[in-house]
């Protein structure tokens, strides 16, 4: 029972151009949502988050898009550059699985020169 | 700088071995995560402690898994006997609900 699903394993994206990951969610209940950025060979490290009462958070070139009644949240990088070459997760809080974060599969962002 | 570690980074032991890996959480986070990362499934937690205590195990299959923290400085995560299906990277992490920072890691492979 996948409550977190990223439906796209990869995306290729020029630089200086937009790069765009999305996220779906099953679980109403959910309140809080997060992205980790994944570097081969580390940890995953924290990069925006959204509160439900929120549709849009922005950091710099990283904004995240927020659609409760979609069950939909996005992540916009802009412009994109090679360093954003990543895994990107999003993650969800909230209900029942308070303390516990619930992890989509990920997506790996490759940006091209 | 402080930072999450884990111990070891990379383990190859054969099925029925046991496993067990260490993770020191940064100093003063009273809140440490397991959790493991698979092609198939990305990230799935496997347990959670807060002030040391156990507060969620859901995640790990209890037959074989077993996580602890003997002290406030060290968490461990245990498997026996280890699978070939247990391998997988596996990622400590520590902070508050909202804020957690991972550790870099240990690569499991059972053969």
């Known amino acids: 029972d996948q409550q977190v699903k990223q439906n796209s394993p990869s995306l290729s994206v020029q630089e200086g151009r937009i790069s765009i990951l999305n996220c779906d969610y099953t679980n109403s209940m959910f309140d809080y949502f997060l992205w980790y950025k994944k570097y081969p060979a580390e940890g995953p490290t924290f990069l925006i988050s959204i509160s439900s009462i929120k549709d849009k958070n922005e950091d710099g070139r990283f904004t995240v898009f927020l659609n409760k009644s979609a069950k939909h949240l996005s992540l916009h990088i802009v412009p994109s550059q090679p360093g954003d070459s990543a895994v990107y997760f999003c993650a969800a809080l909230g209900g029942t699985s308070y303390g516990k974060l619930t992890f989509g599969q990920g997506t790996i962002l490759t940006v091209h020169p | 700088d402080a930072r999450v570690t884990q111990t070891p980074r990379h383990k190859v032991t054969e099925m029925g071995q046991e496993v067990t890996m260490r993770c020191q959480p940064i100093?003063?986070?009273?809140?440490v995560f397991w959790y493991r990362q698979t092609m198939m499934q990305g990230l799935e937690l496997l347990a959670y402690f807060r002030n040391r205590a156990p507060l969620d195990d859901s995640g790990m299959p209890k037959d074989r898994f077993s996580a602890e923290m003997p002290d406030a400085t060290l968490a461990t995560l245990k498997i026996q006997p280890s699978e070939p299906r247990d391998s997988a990277v596996y990622f400590c992490?520590?902070?508050?609900?909202?804020?957690?920072?991972f550790g870099p890691g240990t690569r499991l492979t059972v053969t």
């Open positions: 992490a520590s902070g508050s609900t909202y804020e957690q920072y």
């Open positions: 100093l003063g986070h009273n809140t």
